[in-house]
């Protein structure tokens, strides 16, 4: 495939030297001129592992070559890949500058590209496309030639790649529409789009890109993401083919999960240090833990945690943290982010402006009548003294069978949970407006009804979400 790759900084640098050395023709593009002649030169604009033998190997066999012209770059190539940077504003928020404006540059390009073709077909002469100067002739034939205007497949429409780093909506509500603008054209339709982000890691990318975690394709339409799709043929690792703001939220789940086992891990370090415990051996066990640690256990979004273990024993060990003044920001804030994500399912229900309420689950844990600091048990409290109407049936929980340290606990945080209990589910939906889903009993779902009364709160991602999203009254706390 002929590629073009905007921006040769680290991402752009390392993609455009592999996917040369995978046998692609590749052009880069960047403004910085001492970059381009880097590159041309056979030499890596970037201090990287292998990237300085590769990029002197793809340009001496003319696999890769470099210019500051953006035309140039979209009239010798059928595919781009926009790798600028994304940096943060003073304030934290994403710059998106430099993206925009290389997406109004080749929005530009691409029009006078189709113009061309078009202009050629008119004339019958499959070449007219090539009006760009240099080694542009190839462009022109392949985009002149091949199937109607109407083929979605690349030998006709170029495909605008964004493997920079965007928050989710990026793409589709400010680049797509400022690409159609400069082409004239519909995305999807005129000109090929996809997110495409990238997980390579600085002092290693070479062998990451040949050896990828995953490859992610956010497609605006399958011809699209096909197209990314044999970009990639080649290389190993599963392939997701997902929505494109999907795509670009994976590559934030993906480090900003490393930020937090980073910092955990270091927060553990120096509790372990000052109460004499090597922590590496601590982590060395907890590491080989691949049944609950290092697993994806505990990684899907639901409801909030509790029970009698998890939120007194970070209570315990970010006490002994502070009394050793050790700062630990991360395992401090665990427990007030559990308490407000707990918060969001009430304020769900308020915005419902309902006020018979029905609660289904009440233990922490499904299975279980456990009743210990379960995060139901809180928001059952929270609603009743907020003056809700609250009628609960959790098949697992009867009163008269609770004992020792759970009844306590019950007794203490919802002394009238006996006035709340109901016998059946029936009882429940006849009661409720709304009802808060907390469990995934077959007897409650079974039960459920579609079409908005009562109104469905999930709390826990039920089976048919995907069906129930669509429907009037339904909403998804785990979404």
């Given at each position: 495939?002929?590629?073009?790759?905007?921006?040769?900084?680290?991402?752009?640098?390392?993609?455009?030297?592999?996917?040369?050395?995978?046998?692609?023709?590749?052009?880069?593009?960047?403004?910085?001129?001492?970059?381009?002649?880097?590159?041309?030169?056979?030499?890596?604009?970037?201090?990287?592992?292998?990237?300085?033998?590769?990029?002197?190997?793809?340009?001496?066999?003319?696999?890769?070559?470099?210019t500051?012209?953006?035309?140039?770059a979209?009239?010798?190539?059928?595919?781009?890949?926009?790798?600028?940077?994304?940096?943060?504003?003073?304030?934290?928020?994403?710059?998106?500058?430099?993206?925009?404006?290389?997406?109004?540059?080749?929005?530009?390009?691409?029009?006078?590209?189709?113009a061309?073709?078009?202009?050629?077909?008119?004339?019958?002469?499959?070449?007219?496309?090539?009006?760009?100067?240099?080694?542009?002739?190839?462009?022109?034939?392949?985009?002149?030639?091949?199937?109607?205007?109407?083929?979605?497949?690349?030998?006709?429409?170029?495909?605008?790649v964004?493997?920079?780093?965007?928050?989710?909506?990026?793409?589709?509500?400010?680049?797509?529409?400022?690409?159609?603008?400069?082409?004239?054209?519909?995305?999807?339709?005129?000109?090929?789009?996809?997110?495409?982000?990238?997980?390579?890691?600085?002092?290693?990318?070479?062998?990451?890109?040949?050896?990828?975690?995953?490859?992610?394709?956010?497609?605006l339409?399958?011809a699209?993401?096909?197209?990314?799709?044999?970009?990639?043929?080649?290389?190993?690792?599963?392939?997701?083919?997902?929505?494109?703001?999907?795509?670009?939220?994976?590559?934030?789940?993906?480090?900003?999960?490393h930020?937090?086992?980073?910092?955990?891990?270091?927060?553990?370090?120096?509790?372990?240090?000052?109460?004499?415990?090597?922590?590496?051996?601590?982590?060395?066990?907890?590491?080989?833990?691949?049944?609950?640690?290092?697993?994806?256990?505990?990684?899907?979004?639901?409801?909030?945690?509790?029970?009698?273990?998890?939120?007194?024993?970070?209570?315990?060990?970010?006490?002994?943290?502070?009394?050793?003044?050790?700062?630990?920001?991360?395992?401090?804030?665990?427990?007030?982010?559990?308490?407000?994500?707990?918060?969001?399912?009430?304020?769900?229900?308020?915005?419902?402006?309902?006020?018979?309420?029905?609660?289904?689950?009440?233990?922490?844990?499904?299975?279980?009548?456990?009743?210990?600091?379960?995060?139901?048990?809180?928001?059952?409290?929270?609603?009743?003294?907020?003056?809700?109407?609250?009628?609960?049936?959790?098949?697992?929980?009867?009163?008269?069978?609770?004992?020792?340290a759970?009844?306590?606990?019950?007794?203490?945080?919802?002394?009238?949970?006996?006035?709340?209990?109901?016998?059946?589910?029936?009882?429940?939906?006849?009661?409720?407006?709304?009802?808060?889903?907390?469990?995934r009993?077959?007897?409650?779902?079974?039960?459920?009804?579609?079409?908005?009364?009562?109104?469905?709160?999930?709390?826990?991602?039920?089976?048919?979400?995907?069906?129930?999203?669509a429907?009037?009254?339904?909403?998804?706390?785990?979404?």
């Amino acid at each position: 495939m002929r590629v073009s790759v905007f921006g040769l900084g680290y991402v752009g640098c390392v993609s455009a030297a592999c996917l040369a050395g995978m046998g692609h023709e590749v052009i880069g593009v960047d403004v910085n001129r001492v970059k381009v002649d880097l590159v041309n030169d056979g030499r890596a604009p970037v201090v990287e592992e292998r990237i300085g033998e590769l990029i002197a190997e793809v340009v001496a066999d003319g696999a890769l070559r470099a210019t500051g012209d953006v035309r140039e770059a979209i009239m010798g190539s059928e595919v781009s890949l926009i790798c600028v940077g994304t940096p943060s504003e003073p304030n934290g928020s994403l710059c998106t500058t430099y993206l925009e404006r290389v997406t109004e540059e080749i929005g530009a390009a691409l029009a006078e590209k189709q113009a061309a073709r078009q202009a050629g077909e008119r004339s019958g002469d499959t070449g007219a496309g090539n009006t760009g100067a240099g080694n542009t002739g190839a462009a022109g034939d392949t985009e002149a030639g091949g199937a109607g205007a109407g083929d979605a497949g690349r030998g006709v429409r170029h495909t605008v790649v964004f493997r920079s780093t965007m928050l989710p909506g990026t793409c589709l509500n400010l680049l797509v529409p400022l690409l159609e603008k400069h082409v004239g054209g519909l995305a999807g339709v005129d000109i090929g789009v996809a997110v495409n982000p990238e997980f390579l890691r600085e002092g290693t990318s070479v062998r990451d890109f040949f050896d990828p975690p995953k490859t992610v394709i956010g497609e605006l339409d399958r011809a699209s993401g096909d197209t990314v799709l044999e970009l990639y043929e080649d290389l190993p690792g599963e392939v997701f083919r997902v929505p494109v703001p999907t795509a670009e939220a994976i590559k934030y789940a993906d480090n900003a999960f490393h930020g937090l086992k980073i910092g955990f891990a270091n927060e553990l370090g120096a509790v372990c240090r000052a109460l004499g415990v090597d922590s590496h051996q601590v982590m060395d066990v907890f590491l080989a833990d691949r049944k609950l640690n290092i697993s994806p256990a505990y990684l899907r979004p639901g409801f909030a945690f509790g029970g009698s273990c998890l939120p007194k024993d970070l209570r315990s060990l970010v006490h002994a943290a502070q009394r050793a003044d050790v700062s630990v920001p991360i395992l401090s804030h665990v427990l007030p982010s559990n308490s407000a994500h707990l918060e969001r399912a009430v304020e769900l229900v308020e915005r419902t402006g309902s006020r018979r309420v029905g609660l289904f689950g009440l233990s922490f844990k499904p299975g279980t009548d456990d009743l210990r600091e379960s995060p139901l048990v809180e928001l059952a409290e929270r609603l009743f003294g907020k003056g809700y109407e609250l009628r609960i049936h959790d098949a697992n929980v009867s009163l008269s069978r609770l004992l020792g340290a759970n009844r306590e606990y019950v007794e203490t945080r919802l002394p009238h949970l006996a006035q709340l209990l109901a016998d059946s589910v029936e009882e429940v939906l006849d009661h409720a407006e709304v009802c808060l889903v907390g469990t995934r009993d077959p007897a409650v779902l079974g039960a459920l009804p579609h079409g908005g009364t009562p109104a469905i709160i999930d709390l826990v991602r039920l089976p048919d979400a995907e069906t129930r999203r669509a429907e009037p009254g339904y909403v998804g706390l785990a979404w």
